[in-house]
């Protein structure tokens, strides 16, 4: 671990020349190339190194996510959706979403929100008739989500499989579907969903632009792109501190909970390989977006990027 | 300041939204009086068909300013169209919401706004300010061109104040939440700017040329009238807000005569004091 001290200068600029080298010759050499955390790999090589990565960790993901940030990752997609503010009748579609934090939190947030419009309702109407009061009722027993759908996607079958376990124990079944999909290529027609989120996934995206075309094409217009990914920390004591911890303290973690020192190796790598928080911005500008703004979480830690299709 | 037009580089689409906001405005230009209000004309047309890869300067700066504009429009139609809902869900981020719906957009628009409905009460409120505005302008022309008598100040002001205050009739069952969301700490810049600039209008159509110490009370007598009388009309519950407009006259009323008072003390005091300095060399 010592002997991966992160050149970020270095990396960056090397990263940088390599996305030209694959703009420019796209469709002309077989194999593009790009990065896997610190190493250099083709395209090819890349989707399926990641997506080795996740169907080992899949069992453990939950679990590591907990340990790694002490549990604050909670608090940070919960953040996510407060921002959101879904009302019901959302539909939403979470990408990379496999083990369905984000469904699952969405699914809860529109149900109170639907529970206290229900309330508004009854405390207005002083005097309602008996047909009105048993349509109340039936109204009550079939739309405790008010038509709100939620469609997770993902692209590894494994993180997948553990979600629909997780849904089935916490007793989520209505509005929820599972979907195995390619962020980059989207088995969905245009302007469908209200809302696009991807937390924590669009850093193992290989093409990103595709990914946020992707993105753009899906949503309806007014529709709201969302993405909750780790970043850039500007602060110069903040990121020493942060630095030490990513590549001292969750290897370690990663062999010893899940057995497998490889992956959160690749995990923290692939953080420091993620564009910061304005690069990242103006992709999603070039991918057609408009009001694109951020919001920092623990001082860039976290960053949540939003956007609107209009 | 007009900004220069050019087509934003998107590279694989134009804008969804933005190039049917700047068709609908080709149409209706005349009447409706949200155009008249939308302070850009229609012609900033920021979508028309890229003609080919324009050379010349797409810095940032200008294609931020060219979308900002056209943005800034959306948002004014969404929260003109979310008016519709208050009545219903009150100065709420649902009913931009809704708004936003008709409007053929999603509801995820709405996260463009902030969650308290504050924009839309302060729309909402800049737009009746214009449109008071407009009808002190038309009537000013009318006295000008004779076919009108000037009225007096005092009743000049109350027929103001009443012509503003009944714009919020509709929307008077939901006041009361947007007179809180207007005295929120991060809203009372902008709500108190609104305010006096709408006095300032009205005493400036009342044809107040004051240039001392007076403007500054007037203001402050007007806007108390005001607030005064809006509070009256939240619980005013006679018909067509018949005891709101007798207040508004008792106070307009109160404020005409302590102007006099004022000239009144004043020469009273100098007699007081004259009388004062006559006895004083009489007695020495």
Redesign the interface.
């Given at each position: 671990a010592a002997g991966l001290c992160p050149c970020r200068a270095l990396l960056t600029g090397r990263s940088g020349a390599l996305r030209a080298f694959c703009g420019s010759v796209r469709g002309l050499a077989a194999a593009p190339e790009t990065h896997f955390g610190f190493q250099t790999v083709t395209e090819e090589e890349r989707r399926e190194k990641i997506y080795k990565v996740f169907e080992s960790v899949a069992k453990k993901y939950d679990v590591m996510n907990d340990s790694m940030t002490l549990g604050i990752h909670r608090v940070w997609k919960d953040i996510l959706v407060h921002?959101?503010?879904?009302?019901p009748?959302?539909l939403l579609l979470d990408v990379a979403g496999g083990t369905g934090d984000i469904a699952f939190r969405f699914i809860n947030y529109v149900r109170s929100v639907r529970k206290h419009q229900l309330q508004q309702k009854l405390k207005h109407h002083q005097n309602l008739s008996w047909q009105e009061i048993s349509e109340s009722y039936q109204e009550d027993k079939s739309k405790s989500l008010g038509d709100s759908q939620v469609v997770v996607c993902d692209i590894n079958k494994e993180m997948l499989k553990v979600g629909k376990q997780k849904a089935q124990h916490l007793g989520y079944s209505e509005g929820l579907s599972w979907v195995l999909g390619n962020a980059e290529e989207l088995p969905f027609d245009d302007d469908q969903f209200?809302?696009y989120t991807i937390a924590f996934g669009i850093r193992n995206v290989t093409r990103i632009d595709l990914a946020l075309?992707e993105a753009?094409?899906v949503?309806?217009?007014?529709?709201?792109f969302l993405c909750l990914e780790f970043s850039h920390v500007n602060n110069p004591l903040l990121s020493r501190l942060y630095d030490l911890y990513s590549f001292q303290v969750i290897p370690v973690l990663g062999e010893v909970i899940a057995g497998d020192w490889k992956s959160y190796q690749y995990l923290v790598e692939s953080i420091r390989r993620f564009p910061a928080q304005e690069e990242f911005t103006a992709m999603i500008e070039?991918a057609?977006f408009?009001?694109v703004d951020y919001q920092n979480l623990n001082w860039g830690i976290v960053a949540i990027h939003?956007g609107?299709?209009? | 300041v007009r900004c220069q037009l050019f087509p934003p580089q998107r590279p694989l689409q134009a804008s969804a939204v933005l190039r049917r906001v700047s068709d609908e405005q080709k149409e209706p230009l005349a009447s409706s009086s949200q155009q008249q209000f939308d302070s850009h004309p229609a012609d900033h047309h920021p979508e028309q068909e890229p003609q080919g890869p324009r050379p010349s300067y797409t810095g940032q700066g200008g294609q931020e300013s060219e979308d900002y504009e056209s943005e800034e429009q959306l948002q004014h139609r969404i929260l003109t169209a979310a008016l519709e809902f208050v009545p219903e869900h009150g100065w709420t981020a649902e009913a931009i919401a809704e708004g936003a719906k008709t409007l053929g957009l999603s509801v995820a628009a709405a996260g463009m706004f902030h969650s308290d409905g504050s924009e839309l009460v302060l729309h909402f409120v800049s737009h009746c300010n214009t449109k008071l505005a407009e009808l002190l302008e038309k009537e000013q022309k009318l006295v000008q061109l004779g076919e009108a008598e000037k009225k007096p100040t005092e009743q000049f002001l109350r027929d103001a104040v009443e012509a503003r205050l009944r714009m919020l009739i509709p929307y008077i069952e939901k006041w009361p939440q947007a007179l809180s969301i207007l005295l929120l700490p991060h809203n009372i810049p902008s709500s108190l700017s609104l305010l006096t600039s709408m006095i300032d209008d009205i005493w400036h159509y009342a044809g107040d040329q004051s240039t001392d110490f007076n403007w500054y009370t007037r203001r402050a007598v007007l806007t108390g009238i005001y607030n005064t009388s809006e509070l009256v009309m939240m619980q005013d519950s006679s018909p067509d807000f018949e005891d709101t407009w007798r207040f508004l006259e008792n106070r307009v009323a109160d404020a005409m005569n302590m102007g006099n008072a004022a000239n009144q003390v004043q020469s009273t005091g100098e007699a007081v004091v004259q009388g004062l300095m006559g006895a004083a060399v009489t007695v020495s």
């Open positions: 921002k959101m503010n879904p009302s009748g959302t209200d809302v075309q753009y094409r949503l309806k217009p007014g529709g709201r070039d057609g408009f009001k939003s609107f299709k209009l | -």
